[in-house]
């Protein structure tokens, strides 16, 4: 078995140096005189522009169009589109083999799909059950997950391409399977009699219905984006249910809100919860009081419909400056590996900092002058600005954080307000990327691998460790 390390150059793509330099992506079209929707194409690696294109997009963005086509190059030659972001992919297949053997004294996990870890990190956060193998098409991320799941065989693969049999030989037969597959064909889901490990049509979930049915674990938990409810009326998410229903399984599902269990975030997530034993699944109860409105809407019978009872009774939620006030005040561009001094922590700082003395990751992106007066300027939404200020963007874009409420979901551009929500509540620049790791609920001590723009997209795209923990100790409670 080898490991491969990853150390590419980072050439910098049209859309970054538009986010750098603060623009919207209509504005530069416009500026440019190039259609806006060649523009997105670009962008997102689908195609390769003519030489025209890059000297009008090159002239407003003050860079060469030679460094921009050879960086547009390297995108299109190596860029997986999807779930709003770009990123590398793997040249080919490789296993990072475990550093450590599993304890047969604890619950063996499988991972599918497991980006960095954080979903089956929070397993493991119950001291019960142990993480022993992974599967993930990036590089990045897969470098990530096995250097904090010493445990685990990771798997740097498409899916489709790894064995059942590999993967059973090497994750100690689990006895829980996790995973998020992409969203991309749901819709042409086929019954679970018509698929074969072989068939080259089978999309990403059939070979996850796959996988469980072969290696029949106990229980297994889907989490995927709240918008799959309604995704194709419905059908995509009946679909999904009936294919586990179909290999012997008990299904349950419910949109989950993290801030209702402790994250200093409102990140939703929609989460199946399947077992072989017939048993409805006892949903954990929240931990804490948020009375948000939910994505999933009132009819979908979702948590936060019974909170307005309880509130009384559960400590309200986590607010972001709860979770990242002890980390130091830094300018735009700037950075500390050194926490706050005589600052009293709350108990979410204590824990996300545990015994971690050198601060990493609180590196702040380096703003334009123009970005810097917008971020000066910035209010809760985009309309607090002063109309000149900007002409275009999400009313969430460039917009601060407030200071005592959970943040809005993460995206994997938080460093960078011309795409979201993600200014600091006082501070004139946008969270550093140790900010987020708070926000999303990971230790201090998870090591992330790879670049400054890899590990960002790795915490903005993760699943909060928390979510799992709550899964976990659900399933312990009926194990």
Request: charged content about 20%; glycine content about 8%; aromatic content about 8%.
């Amino acid at each position: 078995m080898r490991e491969i390390v990853f150390d590419r150059s980072m050439l910098q793509d049209l859309r970054s140096i538009r986010l750098i330099r603060g623009m919207g992506q209509k504005d530069l079209a416009v500026e440019a005189g190039v259609p806006l929707a060649e523009l997105s194409k670009v962008e997102r690696g689908l195609v390769l522009p003519d030489a025209r294109f890059l000297e009008a997009v090159g002239r407003v963005l003050s860079v060469s169009s030679h460094e921009l086509h050879e960086a547009q190059l390297a995108l299109l030659e190596s860029a997986t589109p999807g779930e709003g972001y770009v990123t590398a992919r793997s040249e080919d297949s490789y296993v990072i083999t475990r550093r450590e053997e599993p304890s047969r004294s604890r619950i063996p996990v499988l991972d599918l799909f497991c980006g960095v870890g954080g979903f089956s990190h929070g397993f493991q956060r119950t001291g019960r059950f142990q993480v022993v193998g992974g599967i993930d098409l990036l590089p990045d991320r897969i470098s990530t997950f096995a250097e904090n799941h010493p445990t685990a065989t990771a798997f740097c693969a498409d899916i489709r391409s790894v064995g059942i049999d590999p993967l059973a030989q090497t994750t100690h037969q689990p006895q829980v399977i996790i995973g998020g597959p992409p969203c991309q064909g749901f819709s042409s889901i086929r019954p679970f009699r018509t698929l074969t490990e072989k068939d080259p049509r089978n999309n990403l979930f059939e070979h996850f219905v796959l996988v469980v049915a072969a290696l029949k674990p106990k229980w297994f938990v889907l989490e995927n984006v709240v918008g799959l409810i309604t995704h194709d009326k419905g059908r995509a998410l009946q679909a999904i249910l009936d294919s586990f229903k179909s290999v012997g399984y008990r299904v349950d599902w419910k949109v989950l809100n993290a801030a209702l269990y402790g994250l200093p975030q409102r990140r939703e997530r929609l989460v199946v919860v399947c077992n072989s034993i017939g048993q409805s699944f006892r949903w954990p109860a929240p931990t804490h009081f948020f009375n948000g409105r939910s994505m999933a809407g009132k009819q979908h019978g979702q948590i936060a419909d019974q909170l307005p009872l309880l509130g009384e009774m559960l400590e309200p939620a986590v607010t972001v400056m709860e979770a990242i006030h002890d980390l130091p005040e830094i300018e735009a561009g700037a950075s500390s590996d050194k926490y706050r001094e005589n600052v009293v922590s709350t108990v979410y700082e204590r824990t996300m900092r545990g015994n971690t003395k050198v601060l990493t990751l609180h590196e702040s992106t380096h703003h334009t002058p123009r970005m810097l007066e917008i971020i000066r300027e910035a209010g809760h939404n985009r309309y607090d600005l002063p109309q000149q200020l900007t002409s275009s963007g999400f009313s969430s874009s460039y917009s601060r954080l407030e200071p005592d409420l959970p943040s809005v979901t993460l995206t994997v551009n938080f460093v960078h307000p011309a795409s979201n929500k993600c200014i600091h509540p006082y501070q004139d620049r946008a969270l550093t990327p140790r900010e987020g790791a708070r926000l999303q609920g990971f230790e201090d001590s998870y090591r992330f691998k790879g670049t400054r723009s890899q590990i960002v997209k790795q915490i903005g795209n993760a699943v909060p460790p928390l979510l799992g923990e709550m899964i976990a100790r659900a399933l312990l409670g009926q194990w």
